[in-house]
């Protein structure tokens, strides 16, 4: 039995690769915030789909005093830049 793979799976799996994924804790490409709300902060690019595209931000986690986390904040959603930190 042949595996079938829609394009928009295909551009997942391009995403995959360089360690971009749509779900925040399987994200693994690290960010820099510039500007904005949460600036100078370091988060993982996320891409998300709205309406019929893909949309990247930095989530910058939020965490309590005792280290669990307590959300995220978009870096564009909030005004600012990224820089994609590279290896």
């Known amino acids: ?9 295909d551009f997942q799996n391009v995403l995959k690769k360089f360690g971009i994924s749509q779900a925040e804790l399987a994200s693994k ?15 993982r690019i996320v891409a998300d789909k709205a309406g019929g595209t893909y949309k990247f931000d930095c ?3 939020e965490f309590s005093s005792n280290g669990d986390e307590t ?4 870096c564009i959603a ?10």
């Open 59 to 61: 989530t910058v986690p």
């Open 71 to 74: 959300g995220t904040v978009g």
């Open 78 to 87: 909030t005004g600012g830049t990224i820089i994609v930190i590279d290896k």
């Open 29 to 43: 490409k690290p960010c820099l915030c510039i500007g904005g709300a949460v600036g100078g902060s370091v988060g």
């Open 1 to 9: 039995m042949e595996a079938w793979a829609t394009p928009e799976s």
